[in-house]
Each structure stands twice: as C-alpha cells, then as structure tokens.
C-alpha cells in the first residue's frame, strides 16, 4: 500500500513535522517535497502554499490536507484539483491556541491597557474605570471551529456575547445572527468586534468603512482571520476619526507586514505576526493518520471543503 504523504508545506517547520509523524503515524510514508522530484504516483499530500504547477503532476492524487484551518490560499490556485478531497485543518490545539488568543486580545482592549501604558509613560498613577463584563458586549464573525470554541469561553468569562454566521446557529448564552441582512442588527451593539471568517468570495473585504460606520462610536477590531478580510485604508481612516479607538490585527494582505507600513506606527493598533494559532503538529499527524486509515477502509472523510462555497 503507497502511504506516501508528500509535505509542501514552504517553511512550515519542516522538522517538527518530519519528527511528529515519525513518533505517532510511522506507518505513513512523510516525505518532504524536492524540487524536480516525481511525484506522479503520490497518493496524498498535506500543503500550505504549493509551487507553481505542482498538482497536475500529483497524477494519482486522493486526499490534499491542509496544513491550516484556512484553504484560501490552497484555493486561490486554479490547477487544484476540484474533484480531489481537499480536508482543512481541524484539531484541539489549534482551536486552544486561538480560544486563548481571543480572551487575551478581548480582556486586552475590555480593559484598555493602552491607557495604563499612557500613564505609565509618564510615570503617573491613573486608574482607569473599565465595565463589568456582562456590561461589555464581544461580537464574534464566523462561529464555526473557532468563533464558537471563542464564544463559549467569554461567555464563562462574563461578557455578553453576539455572534454572526451565513446560518443561523444556537450557541448557549451567544446571541446568534446570520446571514446579510441580519449583520447590521449584529454590529449595533457590538463594542469588541472579532473576526474569524473564512476568506471567500463573499467575505472579501468586509471590514470596511460601510462596516466600521454600524459599530457603537469607539469600538475595537481584532482580526485574527485573514488580511483579506480587511479594507486597510478604510481602518487607517476610522481610526484617524475615532469611530474605531483600537485593533488587534494578526494578518495583512502583505505578510510579513513590510517595516514601511503605516500600520507599524498607529497609535493603538497592536500586531501579532500571524501567530494568534499555530497548527500542532503531533496533534495534527495522529488526526491525518486517522483520517487516512478511515480512507483506505472506505469510509468518508471529516471536514473536507466546499470548493464551490469557499470553506
Ligand atoms: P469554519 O469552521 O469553517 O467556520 C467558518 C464560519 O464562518 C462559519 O460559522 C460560517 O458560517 C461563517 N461564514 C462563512 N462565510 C460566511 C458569510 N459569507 N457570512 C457569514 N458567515 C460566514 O472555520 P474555522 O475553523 O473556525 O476558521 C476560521 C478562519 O480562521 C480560517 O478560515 C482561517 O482563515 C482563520 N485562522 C486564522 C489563524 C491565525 O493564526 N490567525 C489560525 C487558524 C485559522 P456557517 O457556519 O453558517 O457556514
Ligand atoms: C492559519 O492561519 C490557519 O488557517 O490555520
């Protein structure tokens, strides 16, 4: 039987991965991708952002796993194949890493902390008031995977929680909106506005300054799904104007963020360098493995995308 899974993973920590599958899938065949190898007979392949022209040669491809929870990049390539399973990424440590990421950045921004920096600066001692967290309303884009393992912690944190999706959802404690019509109801409120949508035809750009105009004056952005996702001119200037008083971006449409960049420079805005979750890559193997055997033993694959919706 051919386990070969053949790693185009252009720099994601190929060592690691090279020592998790050895340590708890030794059955597959991992083999890091060379340039200029034959990879004609390769049954399955697990990728990031794969060279130019790679998938027609995968002749006998059958299952492409993404080393991420987001395939937009896998996606924006026209030679994918349509008709090969494309499975996301899908497992606890990278839900974890981003449930901590969002109750980091919202107690962050909740609390204010650019204030206490501002005082500090000046060696001043100024207590600031901040609400309660129920008195806080978060709003999270996206309640899939993630936005709903983020939800269900702040709401056992206290805040008030809102969440947006394309269908409707019943999470407890969150309340749910969906869909276009319903997303001006949902940013009314919404002083701590998260996103972590997919990036799909449709999400393009929708933080923008139509978008930013719906939230209370002097609310927050975080965005910790992708830089696409964002008008970054349309943030510059809501936030010259005040009508958006600070942000928490984690991705760029240009990564790494360029050292010219105004965004490096703007006061209250704070950048993580595309870090808020980070793919494990033990937890990862073990669940490629399962995947795998599930395949060969004929049964169906879990998380596999819709190409045509994006996600
Ligand atoms: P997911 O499980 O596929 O969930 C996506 C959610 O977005 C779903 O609730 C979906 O609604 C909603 N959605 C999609 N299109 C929509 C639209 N047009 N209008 C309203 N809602 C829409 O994805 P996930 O695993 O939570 O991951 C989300 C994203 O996070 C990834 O795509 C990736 O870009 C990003 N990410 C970033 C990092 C990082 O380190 N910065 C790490 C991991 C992931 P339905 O449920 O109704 O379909
Ligand atoms: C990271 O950005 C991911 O999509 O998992």
Known sequence: ?????????????????????????????????????????????LAWKAPPGIWPAMKNLKIIFGIGAGVDRLLADSSLPRDVPLVRMVEPELTRGMVEYVLWQCLFHHRKVWELEAAQSCSTWRPHSYPAPWDRTIGIMGLGELGSAAAERLVEFGFTVRGWSRTPKSLPKVESFFGADQLPAFLSKTEILVCLLPLTADT????????????????????????????????????????????????FETEPLPPEHPFWSTERLYITPHNASITDPRSAAWRIAKQIAKFEAGEGLDHVVDCARGY
């Open 1 to 45: 039987m051919n386990r070969t899974l053949l790693f185009v993973g252009a720099g994601a920590r190929t060592d690691s991965w090279i020592n998790a599958f050895a340590e708890v899938a030794p059955e597959i065949d991992f083999q890091p991708y060379e340039p200029g190898q034959d990879v004609s007979d390769v049954p399955y392949c």
């Open 204 to 251: 393009r750009g929708i933080l923008n300054a139509a978008l930013f105009a719906q939230l209370p004056r002097r609310a927050s952005i975080i965005n910790a799904a992708r830089g696409g996702h964002l008008v970054e001119a349309d943030l510059s200037a809501a936030m010259a104007s005040g009508q958006i008083n600070a942000a928490t971006l984690d991705v």
